[in-house]
């Protein structure tokens, strides 16, 4: 069974600009959640998507969104990007999620540096 | 506000040196701990989840437990490879799929 999987890779950026990150989950997976890991901060929850549903979220700044398709792939985005954004974006997959105590497998993480 | 703390931040050990990694926790209401085991540029991979005091679960040589305010992971007899940065995260009853991790520990196994 295939895992989590993250495109791009690795990304450089420049101040203010924008970016699109790409989660596919392990097949049968509905719930998508991203977290941000940075040396400082450690690995912080960004949001949780279910049924294209953003069904919880963490305290990040609104420039930090996202979405879920109908075939659970999401994508997350952030706007305006400053320094102190560059970091490993990790996205992880579950069955249910939510109130559900399943795992969550992550994918291999998006490698952001903002120049 | 849930808050995991793990100890040591970093640790060296001897190839067959036995030993644990500590992770204490404060959470109003604990749904699940997990362990995940971290390799430079890759992302977590699970080992473990822990759901009441009392529990115990074992894979090749590592051993974890919990008890109402922490969780020891236990490694037997360590080879090089299990060299790897060993994260904890605590999921509390109302928080939904949110994990909250600890800083990790930093695991060397020297030859």
């Known amino acids: 069974k295939a895992g989590v999987t993250q495109t791009p890779r690795y990304l450089i950026k420049t101040r203010g600009q924008q970016v699109t990150l790409s989660c596919s989950p392990i097949?049968?997976?509905?719930?998508v959640s991203w977290y941000q890991q940075t040396p400082g901060q450690g690995l912080q929850f960004l949001f949780e998507y279910f049924s294209e549903t953003q069904r919880n979220k963490g305290n990040f700044p609104g420039r930090f969104s996202g979405r879920q398709f109908s075939n659970s792939r999401s994508e997350m985005n952030v706007s305006t990007l400053e320094l102190g954004d560059s970091a490993l974006y990790l996205c992880?997959?579950?069955?249910?999620?939510?109130?559900?105590?399943?795992?969550?497998?992550f994918g291999p993480g998006t490698r952001l540096t903002v120049l | 506000e849930d808050q995991v703390t793990q100890s040591p931040e970093a640790l060296r050990l001897q190839e067959g040196e036995s030993s644990s990694l500590n992770c204490s926790y404060t959470?109003?209401?604990?749904?699940?701990l997990f362990w995940y085991r971290q390799d430079p540029g890759k992302g977590p991979e699970f080992l473990f989840t822990?759901?009441?005091a009392g529990e115990e679960k074992e894979k090749e040589r590592l051993k974890a437990t919990l008890t109402k305010k922490e969780s020891f992971l236990h490694i037997t007899a360590p080879k090089p490879e299990d060299s790897a940065t060993y994260l904890c995260a605590v999921q509390e009853e109302t928080s939904g799929s949110r994990l909250t991790f600890g800083e990790g520990t930093q695991l060397t196994v020297n030859p």
């Open positions: 097949s049968g997976h509905r719930s």
């Open positions: 959470v109003s209401g604990l749904r699940g």
């Open positions: 822990l759901y009441s």
């Open positions: 992880a997959s579950s069955r249910q999620g939510g109130h559900f105590t399943d795992t969550q497998y």
